[in-house]
């Protein structure tokens, strides 16, 4: 796991060159693409910060970054930039997730609800091309914590579903059960089956188990592809436990979902789809034919912009870097856990994440709404407050934060 640290000096070098490699629509004769540099009038584009600062600049000059740069060949107009986001897709697959090189393919996506979704409609195709399946036949899998972006994939991609139930204590999934409603499913005509697991759920952070998971689907000798939603712990779980099998060695897992714009602390829309090579073409397009190299992306154009942002973050700290700074943010949640011990506070949490879900019982609504935690549901059947150890989130943040939930517990004491 290592990639370089550069200098601010360094970074703008290499993003001003891949700017200057694509497409001039000031000094270029450009009369085919429906595109310009963003708005002079609202965007000014000789302010004298722009010289060094890569990223803005990338923005003002508006790159679009349509289809799948890891394939054979792209849109030409901006070859430049659309190599910084290979970069980013080979370190992301290669350095964090253990990818052997060369052998995956990706690019960034909206977010990491549009890489999931990426990731089902791959896998539906798959089986109807090279299963000769039918649509009855085929069922996505995930447990009851997953984040909405699975059923909402189901729902577009007309798909069944297997929900698969979780302990409400340890989060975890209820294998008990697992195996028992794999074999149903089988008895009812199902014969392949989607698998999501998730590498830090959104709510809990909690990891589920991959090899519990994939024992029972081999043991049911189960048709199956596994992707690995790991928007939220993609950029801090191969950190803070380097011996995880939540790789691209591990030959279950064909796919990865990451998110830039959580841990990374990129711009919204920088999410990351990750897959091994082979499987992209079964979202292709072809009806693009006047895009070079066709689209094989549920989002199509994008900015390049997006993908500069996450390789300069990156290369500013480095691997070595990057590492330091999750270790950080999870002592801090360590910290964070002691006190909520000492306090006798009942809560879930993973201890390479630095989410904490809190039972709604033991603090009060006022506290809750005073540091803006996150409920697990606005309905009726509210039972748990998330907290986030981000990069904003002090120590002097957390400790007022339990002399908070202290005093409302004395106040409730006395009254």
Same mark, same amino acid.
């Given at each position: 796991?290592?990639?370089?640290?550069?200098?601010?000096?360094?970074?703008?070098?290499?993003?001003?060159?891949?700017?200057?490699?694509?497409?001039?629509?000031?000094?270029?004769?450009?009369?085919?693409?429906?595109?310009?540099?963003?708005?002079?009038?609202?965007?000014?584009?000789?302010?004298?910060?722009?010289?060094?600062?890569?990223?803005?600049?990338?923005?003002?000059?508006?790159?679009?970054?349509?289809?799948?740069?890891?394939?054979?060949?792209?849109?030409?107009?901006?070859?430049?930039? +659309?190599?910084?986001?290979?970069?980013?897709?080979?370190?992301?697959?290669?350095?964090?997730?253990?990818?052997?090189?060369?052998? +995956?393919?990706?690019?960034?996506?909206?977010?990491?609800?549009?890489?999931?979704? +990426?990731?089902?409609?791959?896998?539906?195709?798959?089986?109807?091309?090279?299963?000769?399946?039918?649509?009855?036949?085929?069922?996505?899998?995930?447990?009851?914590?997953?984040?909405?972006?699975?059923?909402?994939?189901?729902?577009?991609?007309?798909?069944?579903?297997?929900?698969?139930?979780?302990?409400?204590?340890?989060?975890?999934?209820?294998?008990?059960?697992?195996?028992?409603?794999?074999?149903?499913?089988?008895?009812?005509?199902?014969?392949?089956?989607? $698998?999501?697991?998730?590498?830090?759920?959104?709510?809990?952070?909690?990891?589920?188990?991959?090899?519990?998971?994939?024992?029972?689907?081999?043991? +049911?000798?189960?048709?199956?592809?596994?992707?690995?939603?790991?928007?939220?712990?993609?950029?801090?779980?191969?950190?803070?436990?380097?011996?995880?099998?939540?790789?691209?060695?591990?030959?279950?897992?064909?796919?990865?979902?990451?998110?830039?714009?959580?841990?990374?602390?990129?711009?919204?829309?920088?999410?990351?789809?990750?897959?091994?090579?082979?499987?992209?073409?079964?979202?292709?397009?072809?009806?693009?034919?006047?895009?070079?190299?066709?689209?094989?992306?549920?989002?199509?154009?994008?900015?390049?912009?997006?993908?500069?942002? $996450?390789?300069?973050?990156?290369?500013?700290?480095?691997?070595?870097?990057?590492?330091?700074?999750?270790?950080?943010?999870?002592?801090?949640?360590?910290?964070?856990?002691?006190?909520?011990?000492?306090?006798?506070?009942?809560?879930?949490?993973?201890?390479?994440?630095?989410?904490?879900?809190?039972?709604?019982?033991?603090?009060?609504?006022?506290?809750?709404?005073?540091?803006?935690?996150?409920?697990?549901?606005?309905?009726?059947?509210?039972?748990?407050?998330?907290?986030?150890?981000?990069?904003?989130?002090?120590?002097?943040?957390?400790?007022?934060?339990?002399?908070?939930?202290?005093?409302?517990?004395?106040?409730?004491?006395?009254?």
């Amino acid at each position: 796991m290592y990639w370089r640290k550069y200098s601010n000096k360094e970074i703008n070098k290499i993003i001003f060159n891949a700017i200057n490699k694509n497409i001039n629509y000031r000094k270029e004769p450009v009369l085919g693409i429906p595109a310009s540099y963003l708005d002079p009038l609202t965007f000014y584009d000789d302010a004298p910060f722009l010289k060094d600062s890569a990223f803005i600049t990338s923005l003002i000059e508006n790159s679009n970054h349509i289809g799948c740069h890891t394939l054979t060949y792209s849109e030409p107009a901006f070859t430049g930039t +659309q190599e910084i986001e290979k970069d980013l897709i080979r370190i992301c697959a290669e350095e964090i997730l253990s990818g052997d090189k060369e052998q +995956q393919d990706g690019y960034i996506s909206s977010g990491g609800t549009e890489a999931n979704i +990426q990731a089902m409609w791959i896998y539906r195709n798959y089986f109807l091309k090279e299963f000769d399946a039918k649509w009855n036949e085929i069922s996505v899998i995930y447990t009851e914590d997953s984040h909405y972006s699975i059923p909402k994939g189901v729902n577009i991609l007309n798909l069944n579903s297997l929900i698969l139930k979780v302990d409400n204590k340890s989060r975890s999934i209820r294998f008990d059960l697992f195996q028992k409603d794999i074999q149903s499913a089988q008895k009812n005509g199902v014969k392949y089956f989607i $698998v999501i697991l998730n590498m830090g759920t959104t709510v809990f952070g909690s990891i589920d188990d991959i090899d519990e998971a994939t024992n029972i689907l081999e043991k +049911q000798l189960a048709t199956y592809k596994l992707h690995v939603d790991g928007a939220f712990g993609g950029f801090i779980y191969p950190f803070t436990n380097p011996r995880s099998n939540y790789n691209f060695k591990n030959p279950c897992i064909t796919s990865f979902t990451m998110d830039a714009h959580k841990m990374l602390q990129a711009p919204y829309g920088t999410g990351i789809f990750l897959v091994r090579k082979g499987y992209m073409k079964y979202a292709l397009t072809k009806e693009a034919k006047y895009i070079k190299g066709k689209d094989y992306t549920i989002c199509g154009s994008r900015s390049g912009a997006n993908a500069i942002a $996450v390789w300069i973050i990156i290369h500013m700290y480095g691997s070595e870097g990057w590492k330091v700074k999750m270790g950080k943010i999870n002592k801090r949640t360590d910290k964070l856990c002691e006190e909520l011990d000492k306090l006798r506070i009942s809560y879930y949490r993973n201890p390479n994440i630095n989410i904490v879900a809190i039972r709604s019982k033991e603090i009060t609504t006022e506290v809750a709404l005073k540091f803006h935690l996150i409920p697990d549901s606005y309905d009726k059947d509210q039972n748990w407050w998330k907290v986030v150890v981000m990069d904003h989130v002090t120590k002097d943040l957390l400790t007022e934060f339990i002399r908070t939930i202290c005093k409302y517990k004395s106040k409730k004491v006395r009254n």
